[in-house]
């Protein structure tokens, strides 16, 4: 199994979710490719001392991102049977029972479209600074060790449910994927999910399959793609303020996020930091 992770000027969070990654799945059970970006030496010098923490791990391959559509394609393309996908912002915030064996068997099932981290009963709220509450998910059903399963398409195309594609904690088989993503031409994150979500609805995998609590969500404290959603409104870090704290010795303490409860696919929690 692979996992992507695409990331710019970001190499605290980088670190907080490789750790949580790590914490996760033993490195033997999955390879990562990360692909980064930077648009000042002191990011370079963030990535540097990341790369420099876990470089002696076998799993790991640093990108230096040259062309971002094809550095994806390249990455599914050698996935060898799943592609996942985290961004740095992820946060695991409880252990999930799908290790990946189990993803790979369940991917393996015609019908099944993606297996989801970030969903679950729980994700009701679909904007989490409004309150706005999503349709009641009603057509699931339980399957496969206790997981959920449902229909995506009878759900709203831009409610969580519905919502087919994500960066976050989603699973796809590579082969499917990358039939449908090699030709398309995308530049960040952002533009490749809205054209999958927004021109393709496919039939021959209908089924999105989750925990019936979600593990994962976006702790959008900051924001580094333009035109993105607003983020830092209730907790802000910048990146530069993090990337400094970072190359001062300390690191996201992970166990600020254990017990949470969620309702959504994104929120916003505050930090705590620990040396490394």
């Not at 393996?108 to 998910?137: A, H, M």
């Not at 490749?192 to 999105?208: A, G, M, S, V």
């Not at 530069?240 to 949470?260: K, M, Q, T, W």
């Amino acid at each position: 199994m692979k996992i992507i992770v695409p990331s710019f000027n970001r190499p605290m969070q980088l670190h907080c979710i490789l750790e949580q990654l790590y914490k996760q799945w033993s490195p033997s059970e999955f390879n990562l490719d990360i692909i980064y970006q930077y648009d000042s030496k002191q990011f370079l010098d963030g990535y540097q001392l990341l790369y420099d923490r876990i470089r002696n791990k076998n799993n790991v391959n640093f990108v230096k991102e040259t062309n971002f559509g094809e550095n994806i394609k390249y990455s599914v393309r050698y996935a060898k049977g799943v592609a996942g996908f985290f961004t740095d912002d992820c946060i695991i915030y409880k252990p999930c029972i799908f290790d990946p064996y189990y993803i790979k068997s369940i991917l393996n099932i015609d019908d099944i479209l993606c297996i989801s981290l970030r969903l679950g009963l729980n994700t009701i709220v679909q904007n989490y600074l409004t309150g706005e509450i999503q349709p009641e998910l009603n057509n699931y059903k339980y399957t496969y060790n206790s997981t959920i399963k449902w229909n995506y398409q009878r759900c709203g195309q831009f409610t969580n449910y519905g919502y087919w594609f994500s960066w976050d904690g989603h699973f796809y088989s590579s082969e499917w994927l990358y039939d449908l993503i090699k030709d398309l031409s995308f530049e960040n994150p952002r533009a490749l999910e809205h054209q999958l979500n927004t021109k393709f609805r496919p039939n021959d995998r209908k089924y999105i399959v989750s925990q019936t609590e979600s593990s994962v969500f976006v702790n959008t404290i900051n924001v580094v793609q333009e035109s993105g959603p607003p983020a830092g409104t209730k907790y802000n870090y910048t990146p530069a303020e993090l990337n400094e704290r970072y190359l001062g010795g300390e690191v996201i303490d992970i166990s600020c996020f254990e017990g949470l409860t969620i309702n959504s696919c994104h929120e916003e929690f505050p930090l705590t930091f620990r040396k490394f």
